[in-house]
Nanobody, 123 residues
Framework: DVQLQASGGGLVQPGSSLRLSCAAT????????IGWFRQAPGKEREGVLC????????YYLDSVRGRFFISIDNAKNTVDLQMNSLKPEDTAIYYC????????????????WGQGTQVTVSS
């Protein structure tokens, strides 16, 4: 069974930082990619960032460029999403997902999903 576990969410004030982690052992066993998605209340799930097994990154939201960064932690077997200068509009449930070979911002392209972690940015 492929299992992904997202963690690290919470309630923070605007301007704060959070680091989300996606535990995905299978990512490190093959030529896979991990995508971070988010879904705000009443909105569709959208792709945020993606990284492949060679650490090539893809950004899908202009609003997070320069604030969000994705990285691989080989020691912990996680793919992390560092979120800085958080804004209220970043409030959403954040999901990590995995597929083979190629990054994509399409929800339907990913086969395996974690359970999501809530990020709330509010003063």
């Amino acid at each position: 069974d492929v299992q992904l576990q997202a963690s690290g969410g919470g309630l923070v004030q605007p301007g704060s930082s959070l680091r989300l982690s996606c535990a995905a052992t299978e990512f490190f066993l093959n030529t896979n990619v991990i995508g971070w998605f988010r879904q705000a209340p009443g909105k569709e799930r959208e792709g945020v960032l993606c990284i492949n097994w060679r650490a090539a990154k893809s950004y899908y939201l202009d609003s997070v460029r320069g604030r969000f960064f994705i990285s691989i932690d080989n020691a912990k077997n996680t793919v992390d999403l560092q979120m800085n200068s958080l804004k209220p509009e970043d409030t959403a449930i954040y999901y990590c997902a995995m597929r083979e070979a190629r990054c994509s911002d399409r929800v339907s392209a990913f086969h395996f999903w974690g359970q999501g972690t809530q990020v709330t940015v509010s003063s």
